[in-house]
């Protein structure tokens, strides 16, 4: 199983961006697997930011995100996306996508696979 995220970048506050998490060793249709989102500023804890379930399309989302992330699916491209929205400074992380098998947990441990990461810069 391979991650690979895309679409990070610099931005203004206020600003909107779209992630990508191209998944590969999987059919995103085909396995009950759990897709997250998690960000991470150097020095501090990962923290998460929200999670899809493959086999049912169910959508969490981090009480801290404040409702402006969006997740969405591309069965055919093997891809999970990430809209985030009204974005500021304190959005600027380096930002990942894992997968575990199984329903999504909050827990970052829990996840077997890791992709790179994207950086997100929110200039003031």
């Known amino acids: 199983v391979q991650l690979v995220e895309s679409g990070g970048g610099w931005v203004q506050t206020g600003g909107s961006l779209r992630l990508s998490c191209v998944t590969s060793?999987?059919?995103?249709?085909?396995?009950?697997?759990?897709i997250s989102w998690w960000r991470q500023v150097p020095g501090q804890k990962r923290e998460a930011v929200s999670c899809f379930v493959t086999s049912d399309e169910e959508k969490n989302y981090a009480r801290s995100m404040n409702g402006r992330v969006t997740l969405s699916s591309d069965n055919a491209k093997n891809t999970v996306y990430l809209d985030m929205e009204r974005l500021t400074p304190w959005d600027t992380a380096v930002y990942y996508c894992?997968?575990?098998?199984?329903?999504?947990?909050?827990?970052?441990?829990?996840?077997?696979?890791w992709g790179k990461g994207t950086q997100v810069t929110v200039s003031a």
């Open positions: 060793g999987f059919r995103l249709g085909n396995w009950s697997l759990s």
């Open positions: 894992a997968a575990r098998r199984g329903r999504c947990t909050w827990w970052d441990d829990e996840y077997d696979y």
